[in-house]
Structures are given as structure tokens and as C-alpha cells.
């Protein structure tokens, strides 16, 4: 229906009275351009997703993103900064949408309690993800060094210092590669352990003195020539002796995360060798600082010592949960 337009005289003449509820047409580019952003905003909105919901001090976490371009997650506390690590992209496979990943490590002296997942982009700081990490126990133990033994954890040594930057050179460098994601398993067919994950250890030098670290793997008590294989698939990215974890070899699974395996009495493998899941790497030994035969097996995400059963007890990175908690 047509609006009723009001006519009035005024001195003679005859005028239309302006209409109070007419919309200024010069308005509506504007208006289509508002909305237009909103639904653009909405499809493109950035979602997040972390695996697990409650991790526990020196368990791996793995971050999602979806619909936006982000470059590091980094874990921090009370403000502080912890951990960070790299986001590497998951492409499209089977049906399924790709997103970006990345696996951080709750370090294995963190206090349980809030903790807040910065996710970050070339601009800065480009969300955040609240976290609780959840209280756990250690264990502790005392490890008596004979003169030898005290020697290689204590005296200067050049050679020990420039294999140590070569280690932390390669446990720090975040690569391209996405060999593996599903579960790990067991380095060696044995469940007999003599050391666990996160142990507080205090060494007993054989001069009377005392040191504390915390072991940053496990230990399994196998005798010497024991089979050791692969946790998962990856690239041998060393395959060396050293002078204090022995004929040692480290495999690359994922941007940032390395298996390790230390004290081998024989290595099987070279550098830049690809590896299948349960290849033989080796066998076990008593090489470098070792107090008898076992394979000291290890687990690095971004440089942090991280829990390996975690990662027998879940994929390293579960596509199909992230996927699920990012709507996708």
C-alpha cells in the first residue's frame, strides 16, 4: 500500500509534508557492506581445539586451528612462558578438511593448576586457550657413580660440550616432515623398567659430592644384544656414539617431536635413513654413562623432555578428535 502523503497550504502555495519514516536510500551500500562483512567474519572464524583437556606435567598437548593463519602456540603460566612449538599444516586426506597442528609439551616441573595456551600470528598474540594442568607424583631415586662415571658427568670436556650443541641443534630445529601419528609402541619386547619417566634423581659422585636431575626418560633393564626398534616412523637424524649416552640414535616423527634411544651396544642404522615402525635400530648396551646394561629411551617435543607413555597411550596426533572438537 502506497503511503498517504500529507498536503498542506502555506501562503498560497500548496507543499507535500516530508514523510517521518522514509530510509535514506544513500544508506543501503553501507548496509550490504555491514552485513556482508559479518557473514564473511562468521564463515572464517577462528576456531581452536587441544588434546588433551587436562594434561599432566611432562605430557604432550596438541593444538588445532582452524580458519585462520597462525605460526606458534606457546604454554604459559601465571604469564610466564614455558614451552612453545611450531604449527605445520595437516593437508585434506579422505574427505576429511585439513587444518594446522602443533605439538607442545607441559614441561615436567610445571605446578598443577590454570595454565593458558598463547596461540600466536605475525601480528602477535592471535588468541587464547584456557588449560588446567592436572596434579601428578614422581618418583625418586639415588644412583651411586664410580670414579669413571663421575668423570663423564662432571669433568670439562670439549669434545662432550660440542656434541652436546650438536644434540640440542637438532632437538630444537622444527622440520617440514609428518611421518607419524598415530600411537608409539614399545622400543623393546621387554616390560621390566629400572627407571621411570620424570624420577628425581640425586648422583652420589665418587669424591663425596652430590648433584639432582630429573631423568628424562625411561629405562628399560635389558641385557646387552637385546633388539631396540622404532617407536614409530621417521628419519634417523643421528646415528653416533657420544661420549655420555653411548652409541646413541634419534629419530624425527613429527616437526619437533624425536624418539631417542642412548646406550646401544651396536648401532644398525645411518643418518638419513628412513625408518618403518619396529625397524631394528640396534641393540641395547651399557655404552657411555651407564651403570649396567638397559636401553634409556626418550621422548622430545620442541627440546622438552616429554613422557613416552603418554604417547603409547594416544596417537601423537589424533586427527579425528581434532577434528571433531573443531567442528569440522
Known sequence: ????????????KIKKAKSK????????????????CLTLSAQTAVRYAVVPDNPRPGEPVTIGVSGGEVQTAALTIGGKRLTKALFFPIPAEGGKQGFLAAVLAVPATAQPGSAVIVIEGAAGAAGEIPLTIAGR????????LNAALTGI???????KTAEANHLWSILNRTGEDAF????????VSSTRRTSF??????YKYSNGTTDTSIHAG????????????????GKVVLARNRIVTGNSVI????????????????????ENFFVENGVRLGVSGATGLATGPHLHWEIRVSGENTDPDAFIARPILDINAILSKLGL
Do not use: W
Open 153 to 159: 658427568r662432571t669433568e670439562p670436556d670439549p669434545q
Open 180 to 187: 607419524h601419528f598415530d600411537k608409539f609402541t614399545p622400543p
Open 218 to 233: 625411561i629405562d628399560y633393564g635389558v641385557p646387552t644384544g637385546t633388539a631396540v626398534i622404532t617407536c614409530g616412523r
Open 1 to 12: 500500500m502506497r503511503e498517504k502523503v500529507k498536503v498542506k497550504k502555506e501562503k498560497g
Open 251 to 270: 629419530v624425527e616423527h613429527l616437526p619437533g617431536v624425536y624418539s631417542l634411544y642412548y646406550h646401544l651396544d651396536k648401532i644398525e642404522v645411518t
Open 197 to 202: 619417566f620424570g624420577d628425581r634423581r640425586v
Open 137 to 144: 607424583e614422581f618418583a625418586a631415586e639415588v644412583i651411586e
Open 21 to 36: 519514516n522514509r530510509f535514506p536510500l544513500s544508506l543501503l551500500p553501507f548496509l550490504f557492506y555491514f552485513f556482508l
